[in-house]
């Protein structure tokens, strides 16, 4: 599978952006997508799962409540929805898939395969 990233932007705080990660070549709705954010500095670290059999969904503690990933099967695309942006989410945020991880797995981006480019997020406050 070949993701591409795209829904980066400029935004205040407060605001929202939708991150889509699309797959070019391949069958998004036969992986396991993750997002990844590294920011200025950081390492990249875990920000929400989309589980490809069940549609399950997991999340970092630092975004619960604020950001939404989904799947649009029809439009190849998992989505992230980020709502309520807060500075401390300015980073480059990157998708990812595997169809080989179980759910204990599923917020080390080793376990992922294939990777998208970066999309950059800037929240200003």
């Known amino acids: 599978v070949q993701l591409q990233a795209s829904g980066g932007g400029l935004v205040q705080a407060g605001g929202s952006l939708r991150l889509s990660c699309t797959a070019s070549v391949g069958t998004i709705s036969r992986y396991t997508v993750g997002w990844f954010r590294q920011a200025p500095g950081k390492e990249r670290e875990f920000v929400a799962a989309y589980k490809w059999n069940n549609g399950g969904t997991f999340y970092a503690d630092s975004v619960k409540g604020r950001f939404t990933i989904s799947r649009d099967n029809a439009k190849n695309t998992v989505y992230l929805q980020m709502n309520n942006l807060k500075p401390e989410d300015t980073a480059v945020y990157h998708c990812?898939?595997?169809?080989?991880?179980?759910?204990?797995?599923?917020?080390?981006?080793?376990?992922?395969?294939?990777w998208g480019q970066g999309t950059l997020v800037t929240v200003s406050s």
């Open positions: 990812a898939a595997d169809n080989r991880i179980i759910s204990s797995s599923i917020r080390y981006e080793d376990e992922y395969d294939y």
